[in-house]
């Protein structure tokens, strides 16, 4: 069965959505599990239960991904995963709700969506409602579809310099947490946006963070099918330039301001005061400096393919 | 043409990001008197209460470390609570706003006609790291200061040309005189020093504005007491003495005597290029207050030359239960004044650790 416009349409939407929550979730997931190590694992109940609730849009993530990509469920498959992550997102809610004293006492209203008028972690409620809503659309279109949707799914494989493909979907993995944590900083980032009026150095680092979105762009080019040789000379160019612009951007601050992450990053960049070394900063590098030579490799390979196929071409025309 | 289109974009991408870097030094300048808050006091008696590292986060249950903070400050009934950093590590504004509302409200509750409690506050190297901007403290605690009949003794300017986010002193005036000065001093947060994160410590500028406060103040018989959060290279001579018991040796520095626990290695800053001891000294800095590490709460008696008189290094009782503590030492620390006395020196009598368990 060939998937309409509108299946695609959906799906890409529900793939943007759960990306978001994924970027917002591990960034929390990371703050909440250093505030729980530094605090001395107090109030575990509720911190159980957040942990279950940002944990969860990195498992439908990854499942979503598997099942428009790889393969989709069968009926008892679908049933098998709805009733396992349905049980541990209620397991999750009734673990947060249980715990109102805590969040009402300690005005936690949730890491990022902070509206400040409810005493709970507000972001969470929404998460489990998404979620669970997406277990009900699973199991509607499960039991309504019996053939098998055709998903496109073409990888355009700019990491074909490593061609073992267990590593290569490990690595995929790694890069999706680190960017996805980083791009979680970007929006935490909005959060004190007004420490540009004391350092104007502060704009830059939500630059600084946005170093791995082109991880991002990864993923989300690997979503479209039909990828001709000009689409993908244009998606390696535009990776190679945005990688580019922000090294430079991290060489000029790094350069001029070696202070520049205690200056302005010390909200975001929690593992690095925790452990007095800056992870996040050597990390950010590491990213940045890996995908450029990787892109680059892509595009020399590339031109040669191309150029090798016209050779090919050419000598079948005489 | 390309090329010369190319470079003009990068050379323009490059100014752009100097001006911008730049522009942080972009400061007004504030007269000396505007960083001197002065206190004219009646009772020759004067009990300041040291708070340090509270650690309020959002794992903190507030109503239960609000309950121990004040029946503390109900116990020691100060004349001042001075707050020595790390009041919040991954905070929140609403956090931030709970705990100085809770305080201006102690404090206002505990003030009698005859006796007015105040706060201030300095900044530890955690304060800053949760989701608000970086100046948010300084403008919550600005707002009580510039209330009608405040509570709340602070004062800062976000765009001051200094380093740090407290720099003031407040005097303690008797009859007129100059008794005691409180340095108020952020010792900032941390400096990227050979690929790891150092803790920071008391800029140079930070010490010669305090220099000339001290320059431009006529009566210069008073005593010094200097507040802040991350410990001086003193203090782990001081560490080191007692710890190897090598207490009253012939040789300096040394230390005369001591109360109090050293029970972990002290963690200054990253240089001790700026000589703040020294230099807060001649600015008649003759008792330390320091946070920061939070299983040492000793006071010691300190001589660092023979040329020198002693002084006082005192590390805070950490003055709640969360992150690392030391279960049997958490309380605060009372500072006993007497501002009709005119001897010079200080005693460790004049100090007290006070221990209170959190679960009673």
Not at chain 2, 232 to 238: C, F, I, P
Request: charged letters at 15%; a negative charge; glycine letters at 4%.
């Amino acid at each position: 069965m060939k998937t309409s416009k509108k299946d695609l349409t959906f799906i890409f939407g529900i793939e943007i959505i759960l990306l978001i929550l994924l970027t917002i979730s591990i960034y929390n997931l990371l703050k909440m599990a250093t505030v729980y190590i530094t605090s001395h694992y107090q109030n575990t109940i509720p911190v159980i239960g957040s942990v279950i609730m940002y944990l969860m849009p990195i498992v439908f993530y990854i499942f979503h991904i598997k099942r428009s990509k790889h393969k989709e469920f069968s009926k008892i498959g679908a049933i098998i995963y709805v009733s396992i992550t349905s049980i541990l997102i209620l397991t999750g809610l009734i673990m947060i709700l249980m715990s109102f004293n805590y969040f009402w006492n300690n005005n936690n209203n949730g890491n990022y969506v902070n509206f400040g008028f409810l005493p709970l972690p507000i972001d969470m409620i929404i998460y489990s409602v998404i979620m669970l809503l997406l277990n009900v659309s699973l199991i509607y279109k499960t039991f309504k579809n019996n053939e098998k949707l055709n998903y496109y799914y073409e990888l355009f494989n700019a990491y074909d310099v490593i061609s073992y493909k267990t590593f290569n979907i490990i690595f995929s993995i790694i890069l999706l947490l680190i960017s996805g944590c980083y791009f979680g900083m970007f929006f935490a980032s909005f959060n004190s946006l007004k420490n540009v009026l004391i350092n104007a150095n502060y704009i830059f680092l939500i630059f600084a963070v946005l170093i791995p979105f082109y991880n991002i762009i990864y993923f989300t080019y690997n979503y479209f099918k039909n990828k001709t040789y000009k689409s993908n000379l244009i998606y390696t160019i535009i990776t190679i330039s945005l990688n580019f612009l922000f090294l430079i951007i991290f060489l000029i601050l790094e350069l001029t301001s070696p202070n520049f992450v205690v200056q302005v990053g010390k909200p975001l960049f929690l593992i690095d005061f925790a452990l007095s070394i800056p992870v996040g900063s050597y990390i950010l590098v590491f990213d940045l400096l890996f995908t450029l030579i990787i892109s680059v490799i892509s595009l020399v390979k590339l031109i040669r393919s191309k150029k090798s196929s016209n050779k090919i071409e050419e000598s079948t025309n005489n | 043409m390309k090329k010369t289109k190319n470079k003009f974009l990068f050379t323009n991408l490059l100014l752009f990001s100097i001006s911008l870097i730049s522009s942080c030094g972009n400061n007004d300048n504030h007269e000396i008197s505007e960083y001197m808050l002065k206190l004219e006091l009646n009772n020759p008696n004067f009990k300041i209460m040291q708070l340090s590292d509270i650690h309020l986060g959002l794992e903190s249950n507030l109503d239960e470390q609000f309950e121990y903070l004040e029946n503390n400050i109900k116990n020691c009934d100060p004349n001042l609570i001075v707050i020595t950093g790390d009041t919040f590590l991954f905070s929140n504004e609403n956090i931030i706003n709970s705990f100085f509302e809770f305080l201006d409200n102690t404090c206002k509750e505990l003030s009698t006609n005859s006796k007015k409690m105040y706060y201030t506050f300095t900044y530890g190297n955690h304060d800053n790291q949760g989701d608000y901007y970086s100046y948010f403290i300084n403008d919550t605690l600005n707002s009580y200061a510039s209330k009608d009949d405040t509570n709340c003794l602070f004062v800062d300017f976000m765009n001051d040309d200094l380093p740090g986010y407290t720099n003031f002193t407040i005097d303690l005036n008797y009859n007129n005189d100059l008794k005691y000065r409180l340095y108020i001093i952020d010792s900032n947060s941390y400096y990227y020093n050979n690929l790891v994160y150092d803790y920071d410590v008391i800029k140079d500028e930070q010490l010669t504005h305090f220099e000339n406060i001290y320059k431009n103040t006529s009566d210069k018989d008073f005593i010094g007491l200097a507040f802040f959060h991350i410990p001086l290279y003193e203090y782990v001579d001081a560490n080191n003495i007692v710890t190897n018991n090598k207490e009253n040796s012939d040789s300096y520095p040394k230390v005369l005597s001591h109360t109090g626990f050293y029970l972990e290695e002290s963690a200054p800053g990253y240089t001790d290029e700026f000589h703040p001891f020294d230099r807060l000294y001649n600015m008649n800095v003759r008792m330390f207050f320091a946070g920061h590490d939070h299983l040492n709460n000793a006071n010691s008696l300190f001589k660092k030359s023979e040329d020198k008189q002693e002084v006082i290094l005192s590390y805070a009782v950490k003055s709640t239960n969360q992150i690392y503590h030391n279960e049997n030492a958490l309380g605060y620390k009372e500072i006993n004044l007497n501002l009709n006395d005119d001897k010079n020196v200080v005693s460790l009598s004049q100090i007290r650790n006070v221990y209170v368990d959190y679960e009673n």
